[in-house]
T-cell receptor
Framework: DTGVSQDPRHKITKRGQNVTFRCDPISEHNRLYWYRQTLGQGPEFLTYFQNEAQLEKSRLLSDRFSAERPKGSFSTLEIQRTEQGDSAMYLCASSPRSGTGGSGETQYFGPGTRLLVL | AQKVTQAQTEISVVEKEDVTLDCVYETRDTTYYLFWYKQPPSGELVFLIRRNSFDEQNEISGRYSWNFQKSTSSFNFTITASQVVDSAVYFC??????????????FGPGTSLSVIP
C-alpha cells in the first residue's frame, strides 16, 4: 500500500517564475488537503478537495495560487509569479472520509515539496 | 477560534531519559479531535495518535503514552526511555467535529526534541 507521494521533492526558482507541484493521494482517498509550512512553524491549511470539488480555500491562498484535482485523483498546486515569501514546504495530505462534515478522520501526509524562491 | 499551544520550543534529553511534551488546546466545540504527529529531519509528517473529545482514556503504545485531560484542555505526550531515533519535531494538532467542518487540522508550533547519545 503506497502512501501519499509528491513531486518534485525540491524546487528552486527565481522570483517571478511559475511553479507547479503534484500530489498523488493514497488510492481511493476522497479528501485531499494542501498545507504550507514555513521554517520553525507548524503546517497551515491552504485548501481542501472532496473528490474533484474544491470546497474550501484559506485566506493564505492568494490569487497567485491555484489548485486543481481534475478527476478526483491527483492534485496540482500552481503558484504564479512567485515571490520570496512563497519559500516554504508545501505538504499534501489525504483521508478516506467521504461526504461532508467533520469526523476527525486521520490525514496522511506526503513527504512535501520544498520550494526556494531566489 | 481554535488554537493549539506547545510552550516548549526545544527540548534536549540524554538517551534513556523520559520526556514529556506539553500541548494545550482551545476550542468552543464539544466534539473535536486531537492528534500528535512526528516530523523527522526528512520532513515527512508521521501520524502517531488520534483521540476524540469523548474519550479521555490515557493511551500507551510501546514507549509512547498520551495523557488527555479535558479539565485543563491538555493532551500531553510522554516518551519513556528515549532513543536517538526519537529526535524530531513533534506537532500537536486539533480538528473540529461539527457538520460544517471538513477536518481542517490546526497545528501547534511544534516542539523540537533532541535525544543525545
Amino acid at each position: 500500500d503506497t502512501g501519499v507521494s509528491q513531486d518534485p521533492r525540491h524546487k528552486i526558482t527565481k522570483r517571478g517564475q511559475n511553479v507547479t507541484f503534484r500530489c498523488d493521494p493514497i488510492s481511493e482517498h476522497n479528501r485531499l488537503y494542501w498545507y504550507r509550512q514555513t521554517l520553525g512553524q507548524g503546517p497551515e491549511f491552504l485548501t481542501y478537495f472532496q473528490n474533484e470539488a474544491q470546497l474550501e480555500k484559506s485566506r493564505l491562498l492568494s490569487d497567485r495560487f491555484s489548485a486543481e484535482r481534475p478527476k478526483g485523483s491527483f492534485s496540482t498546486l500552481e503558484i504564479q509569479r512567485t515571490e520570496q515569501g512563497d519559500s516554504a514546504m508545501y505538504l499534501c495530505a489525504s483521508s478516506p472520509r467521504s461526504g461532508t462534515g467533520g469526523s476527525g478522520e486521520t490525514q496522511y501526509f506526503g513527504p512535501g515539496t520544498r520550494l526556494l524562491v531566489l | 477560534a481554535q488554537k493549539v499551544t506547545q510552550a516548549q520550543t526545544e527540548i534536549s534529553v540524554v538517551e534513556k531519559e523520559d520526556v514529556t511534551l506539553d500541548c494545550v488546546y482551545e476550542t468552543r466545540d464539544t466534539t473535536y479531535y486531537l492528534f500528535w504527529y512526528k516530523q523527522p529531519p526528512s520532513g515527512e509528517l508521521v501520524f502517531l495518535i488520534r483521540r476524540n473529545s469523548f474519550d479521555e482514556q490515557n493511551e500507551i503504545s510501546g514507549r509512547y503514552s498520551w495523557n488527555f485531560q479535558k479539565s485543563t484542555s491538555s493532551f500531553n505526550f510522554t516518551i519513556t526511555a528515549s532513543q536517538v531515533v526519537d529526535s524530531a519535531v513533534y506537532f500537536c494538532a486539533l480538528s473540529e467535529g461539527k457538520k460544517t467542518s471538513y477536518d481542517k487540522v490546526i497545528f501547534g508550533p511544534g516542539t523540537s526534541l533532541s535525544v543525545i547519545p
